[in-house]
Each structure stands twice: as C-alpha cells, then as structure tokens.
C-alpha cells in the first residue's frame, strides 16, 4: 500500500490531483459582491528609514523588497522566495531505526534525561540544522550630484489598499517623487522616479551571494551568482536580478557595472529576478532566460499598464473585507508615533490598520505559485537569518495562514498546502527508514528542500506531528469552500499522515492508551531534566483532529469505511485532556506544570484544544474551558510576539473580550511591533503580524460547522464600527455592524443553500441560506428582515 496515495493510486496522480483542485477553488464567499473600498489604510513617516525594520515592504508572493526610502541615496532590499543556502539533501540519520526502540523503553521507564541524551546521540538529522533563507542583494538608486543638500517636504508611505509605496521630498526646492510596486501579474518590482526638473541617477545592483557579479550594458545590469553552502550541504542555485532602466528624456549609459541616466524628467526601473529552482528535488531551471523574457514582457506593456494591473490584482484580494473600529486624532499621526504612542485604547484605527496589514502580508508574500510565507514571510536582509527564516512547524507557520480562510483569503493558502504535498514525498522516506512506518511524517522544521527529519536537538526537534497539524489546514481549506473535487484531492496526504500514527502510537501498559512516544511538548521543557516524554497533550489534541477529519472525508467522499472505522476506534484510544492540581489544562499526561523550569513558557501547546482547535469551547466543555483559562493565567500575557498573538486568540475564543484586548493592545506597542509595524518576537517574526491579524477577527466573529458566533468578544475600546466581508465556514460571507457594543444588523450570504446557527450576546437563531442572496439579521435579537 502505498501510504501516500493509497492502493492504485500513485503519487503523480495525488500530486496532479491536488495542484488542480487547489488551482480551481476560490476563497469561500468569493462570488458575493465585494465589500466596500477599504478607507484610507496607510503607513506613514517623516523621515526615511535608519534601519531594515523601519523599511515598508512590497511583495507579490514570489519576490519581495524592503524600501528604504532614502533621497539622494535610495536602496531597496531584494528578495527572491527559492534563494536558500545549500540543494537537495536527505537529512535522515542512518542510525535512527536502531536506536528508536531503546528511546522508547527508557521514555516508558520514565528515564528521560537518558532518553533525550540518546535521542540526541542517534535520532537527530545530518546535519543537525537545516538551510537557511538568503537576501538577493540590493537595487541602488543614487541622485549623483545631489548632496549635500537641503531636504523638505519629506514624506514615505505605504497605501496598503493599492500596495504602492510613495517617497515625496523637495531636494534644493526640487520636488520628488518615486513609487514602488511589486506585480503580481507582470511578476516584476518597479520604481518610477520623477523629478521638478531633469535629473541624474545611478542605478546599481549588490550582493553578498558567493560568486556574484554585475554586469551592465545597454539599458540593463544584470547580477548573476550562486547559493551559498551550509552545514556540509553544497550549494546547487544559479540566481539571477536584472533592473532595466526606461527614460522619459535624457540618456542612459552603461558606467563600469552600473547604468548612468542624465537629464531624464522621469525614470522607470524595472527589476527581475529568479533562480534555478523548480521543486525541492530538482534545480535545473534558467534564470537568466526567465530575468529576461519576464523584462521584456514588461517593457512592452510600459508603466501605466504595469501599475494599473499590479494595484487591480492586489485589490481583488484586499477589497473583500473592510474593517472600521472608529477613528480619534490619534491616527492622523505618523504609524511609528502611534507605536510609540502605546495607547491603543485611545487610537482603534491602530488596530484595523494592523489588521489590514496582515492581510496585505499574507497577499504580498503567499500567492498560488510561490513558497509558503516563511519564519520572516518573504523578507529577510540577512544572509544569516535567526532560525534560518524557514519553515517551523510546531506553530509558527500554521500561524502564519490563520488569518487566511476567515478574511477571505482562501488562495494565498495555495503554497502551504503544495508544501504539504511535497513533504508528504520527503516525509514518507523518514517515516519509513526512522521510524519502519507507513504514510508520512514530518518533525518541526523544514526548509525550501522540504527536510523532514528532527533537527537542532532532541529537546525542540523530537517532534513528530508537525505533519498532522499541517494537514488540518487541507481541512480548513476544504471546510471553508466545501468543494469535495478538493477534498478528494486532499484526501490521501491526510490519510497519509494518519496512517503513519497508525503504525507508531504505543500502547500505554498500565491505561492502555495511545501515546506518541518519543515527543515533547513544543518547545518545554517538564521539569525532569529533559523535555522528551510520551504523549503530551498537544500531540492528543492534534489527532483527534486529523482521526475526526480524515473519518469525516471519507464518509463525505464514500471511500475507506474500513479504514475510518479504524481511525476512529485509534481516537478513542489517544489520552484524553487532563485537569491538574492548579486547576489548569495539564500539559503533559502526568500533572508536571508546577515543576517545569519556565512557568511563563512563550509556547501554549497544550491550548491548541481552545485555538485555533475548537475541542474546548465555554459553552460545550465548560470545564476544560475553566482549566484553560487556569492555563493561561498561570503562563502570563506577555510573551514573544507571536506567542501574545497567540494568547490574545486565546481569550478571544474564552470570550474575554477586554482580556484580549489588553494583550492585543501590548502587542501594538514598542516592545513589541516595530515602527512598520512588523512584529517583534524579537527579532522579526512576522507570524506575531499574522497571529495578530486572527485574534482580531476572532474578536468580531467566529465559526464552527455551521454555527456561526456575531461578535463574541468584542471589546468596549471599540462601542462602534463595522466589518464586511469575513468569511464562515460553508462559503458563507458576513458583514456586522454595531453601535454601542451592540449589533445593528448583520448580513449573511452563503453560495451554497444551509441552514446555520447564528449566535448573539446569548441569542441564537436558525437561519436559511440559499443562492447567494443576502439575508439580514436586525438588532441583538437578530430578527430576519
């Protein structure tokens, strides 16, 4: 059997499958008429940038850059999604199969510390790190006969609602003025200058990659190199950036390896780049043909058509949703004086503007054909990023993609779940040469060449569901559109996953329940000198959801009934949630929290049951509810960035909605969003933005089947505003409006005909839903009319 695809079924085939479904199948709701033009979203300064984390970013999924916005001396930053260190490489430790039973005893023993030792002796991967995430380089744009000159006027922004970033400044009492766009259809960045008078510039492209070298002639410079190595693996990457300089007047002139324009009224730049990537097993791509024909493309639709299409396509996406918290003096400010302001209280545009913000991200750095956003989404100005910029798994990347499916944002999942695809390739060798088993797996990392064995150590790497929280987002993905040609083509990678938990969950002697062994509780440590152990709650938690999902998908698509009747009777084995002394959601199978050595633990693995899970709800489970909420207070509201993004959900999804909103509020401020707004964890970890972005919707509406919850913790900083445009599960869109901290109306539409349950301030009321067609819901007794 083949654990991927199942009998008869081979991998092209899932592969092929998958790549269309997800290709065809729009955001849930999509086809319901768009909501309102977003209002003026945008970040603002008076003074360019002094360091990477004061630039504004542009993106379209695929290559991004950091803008500066510097005046006689401009640069942007440039990054490609596939420019990582090191090629293809197979990680798994030959020594791991052997060595796993022996773990395994001495973890049943309750030998941990001689476990993980052992673990990190012979589980860990080779090499013990994985590949890190590259900067291409810089594109310069320097006014040659400009300083030292007198700057006024000065003013850099970012219209989130265009994805144009605008520099103004009057140089010697000379106006200028750039834009700066990343197309998504023309897969190109442009930079238009222009200027009172005829001006100067150089035009120049860096990098610090191993053999780089630049070249221009005619109107262009092209920069060619390769990857770097890493840990033993050698670099396999050509890559390739190319800027072609067009002039509206003047001339243009090669000058050593860079271009000279003189006397031009306006210039436009166009920049390509690309590398020899094509999928984690195979690098025989041409950058340089792709750098040029994408220039040419370019060159012939010219700069009013490339702009026109670049902000038509972002705000196809944008637009759908349209968030209003109410506006005081306080946003007329610069962004980073209203980060340092930390008064969110005072200034709730603040917080719509953030939740715009991760939705731009998420469009700007996960489009249907790129890399999934990574650890920094798809900028990164170090060649030496923390955590290599990858792809963590035990939390950081599925946080990455919770704001998709609610702000309507379906198809910017496209390159996580073709990343589950892929590792699902990767994944069955380690699950099948470390572990003997079916299906596949993956530990809690990986990178562009999709490594799927534990790395760094035992204590964080020995992990082994990264995998199966991954494929509940295939599930978010097919709950959210209900398009089953989807989940058929899903089916199998999660059927994959499961089957490997089949194989190699222990039986417990004494309780006879199932228990992943070894694992940890990401990334904790429980106070026996070690952080190895067998089946902590977060493990159980996660596959209850996958058993329920993959037994679910095949009832829907009528296969399998054999084997869901299995994965059904291995759920009701796993160890269930426990209760501790503290009152608190245990973490472990054994009451441990009280001993383990950081009782503010940035991680809250054991809450994954409450979110983004909905195991543990106030209303159903009233008692873990308490016990969770027992949790968190114990852990503490400040933490990292992303893990207060995290709690800030957390008690969203309680229903404490001022709660959330002091820990949101902390989040906003200095310590931890930077000047433009990215999140500090620190330092940069833009799943903080995200996870953000989710804890804001999950403030003003939720979902579960087809349940739907109107503003279920919705805080008294915001008495008034409105939100159009979220999406609930079964493609049903949903557009609130209060006053008061009391709903006015809420609309709801769905494309496909149902019934949902919808929920108000203790009001529930069944509604119909068919054809599209709106229906209202008046007041907090949500009368239909």
Sequence with gaps: MDGTGGPGVSRRDVLQGMTAAAAVLPAAGAAAAPAPPAPASRLWYRQPASDWIEALPVGNGRIGAMIFGGTAHERLQLNEDTLWTGGPYDPVNPAARDALPEVRRLVAAGRYAEAEALADARLMGTPRTQMAYQSVGHLLLDLPAAEPGEITGYRRELDLDSAVSTVRFRLDGVGHRREIFASAPDDVLVVRLAADAPFDLDVALTSGQPEAHAVAAGDMVTLTGRNAARAGVAGALRFAARALVEVDGGAVAPLGDRLRVKGA??????????????????????????????????????FARLRADAVAAHRALFRRVSLDLGTTPAALRPTDERVRADRLADDPALAALYFDYGRYLLIASSRPGSQPANLQGIWNGSDDP???????????????????????????????????????????????????????????????????????????????????????????????????????????????AALFFLDTLQSDPVTGELVTNPSISPENRHGFGAAICAGPAMDNQILRDLFDQVATAAGILGVDADFATEIRRARARLAPDRIGAQGQLQEWREDWDALAPEPDHRHVSHLYALFPSDQIDPERTPGFAAAARRSLELRGDESTGWATAWRAALWARLGEADH??????????????????????????????????????????????DAIRLLPALPAAWPDGSVAGLRARGRCRVDIRWRGGRIEEAVLTAEAGGIRRVSCAGRSVEVALAGGRPVRLRGESLTAG
Aim: charged share 25%; hydrophobic share 40%.
């Design 660 to 705: 959330a909103h002091r820990i949101l509020a902390f989040l906003l401020g200095p310590g931890r969003t930077y000047p433009n707004l990215f999140d500090a964890h620190p330092p940069f970890q833009i799943d903080g933005n995200f996870g953000g972005t989710r804890a804001i919707a999950e403030m003003l509406m939720r979902s579960r089947g």
């Design 265 to 302: 009224r306006a210039i436009t730049v166009m920049i390509a780049m690309a590398t020899s990537y094509r999928r984690f097993d195979d690098v025989a791509g041409d950058p340089e043909a792709a750098t040029l024909d994408a220039l040419h493309r370019a060159r012939e639709r010219g």
């Design 386 to 496: 923390p955590w290599q910029s990858k792809y963590t798994v035990n939390i950081n990347t599925e946080m990455n993609y919770w704001p998709a499916e609610v702000t309507a944002l379906g198809e910017c999942t496209e390159p996580l779940l073709r990343m589950v695809r892929e590792l699902a390739i990767t994944g069955e060798k380690t699950a099948r040469e470390m572990y003997g088993a079916r299906g596949w797996m993956c530990h809690h990392n990986s990178d562009l060449w999709r490594a799927t064995a534990p790395i760094d150590g035992a204590k964080w790497g020995m992990w082994p569901t990264g995998g199966a929280w991954l494929c509940t987002h295939l599930w978010e993905r097919y709950d959210y559109g209900r398009d089953r040609d989807f989940l058929r083509a899903a089916y199998p990678l999660m059927r994959g």
